[in-house]
């Protein structure tokens, strides 16, 4: 009899959750801690049309960058894309729309989203062209914006190491926006690096828990040396 919280899957399987025109969320920063196989998966699948969130757009043939480089994305949400120059160049053309979000309010509402509030209040940006089109709140006499929650129809996520219930362990600076991004996601899908029995992570170890996670993969991992190169 299948056990009902066994998580590991083909990816195959996963990729029947991703869509042409879909919200996409992206744990990652600089392409470390995002998941090499899923997108790669997405590329080869065809997908396209994509609203992506995610702290930064990469490198142009790295991580989430692939898919700005590849034009499979139509609209982006992030603190800079400065790394990436081919976002940089559509967003000029016209071809990619580009949301900008301070770093901290980016990783703020997409916890928000994570966990059900309606937003956070943040002085950042008052009295600036950031306030354009948001919504103004006076708590105790002090102005602020409203920053909405943001979520997506599916979150991408990379760790180091998952149990086949979905209990999470990061590799170091990988982990920056990946728990975050977990519990953003209607439905979240994890790439491992390792994937091992229940009972095999120390408790103390975990920071996602399995409840936020619904699918996990095996990483494929990724041939940094010619992603580099290209």
């Avoid at 559509?90 to 901290?104: D, H, R, S």
């Avoid at 509402?109 to 940006?125: H, K, N, Q, Y």
């Avoid at 943001?150 to 728990?179: M, Q, Y």
Wanted: with cysteine; glycine share 12%; proline share 4%.
């Amino acid at each position: 009899m299948t056990n009902r919280f066994e998580k590991v899957v083909s990816l195959s399987e996963a990729l029947t959750h991703f869509r042409d025109g879909m919200t996409l969320l992206a744990g990652g920063f600089g392409g470390v801690g995002n998941p090499p196989t899923l997108i790669q998966g997405i590329l080869d699948k065809g997908v396209r049309d994509l609203t992506l969130i995610s702290n930064d757009t990469a490198f142009p043939h790295i991580g989430i960058g692939k898919l700005v480089t590849e034009k499979r994305v139509k609209k982006v949400i992030a603190s800079h894309i400065g790394s990436n120059p081919n976002a940089g160049a559509q967003m000029t053309a016209g071809e990619l729309e580009v949301e900008f979000c301070p770093q901290g309010i980016l990783a703020e509402r997409v916890r928000a989203g994570g966990v059900g509030l309606g937003g956070i209040l943040s002085d950042v940006g008052i009295g600036t062209i950031a306030e354009k089109g948001k919504q103004k709140v006076v708590l105790d006499g002090k102005e602020y914006l409203l920053e909405t929650p943001l979520t997506a129809e599916v979150a991408i996520v990379h760790a180091k190491k998952a149990d086949r219930f979905g209990n999470l362990v990061f590799d170091t600076s990988a982990r920056n926006f990946n728990p975050l991004v977990a519990m953003a996601g209607d439905i979240t899908i994890v790439e491992a690096n390792e994937i091992v029995e229940v009972g095999m992570i120390d408790p103390e170890e975990i920071v996602t828990p399995g409840v936020f996670v619904n699918f996990i993969v095996q990483s494929e991992g990724v041939n940094w040396q010619w992603a580099w190169e290209k």
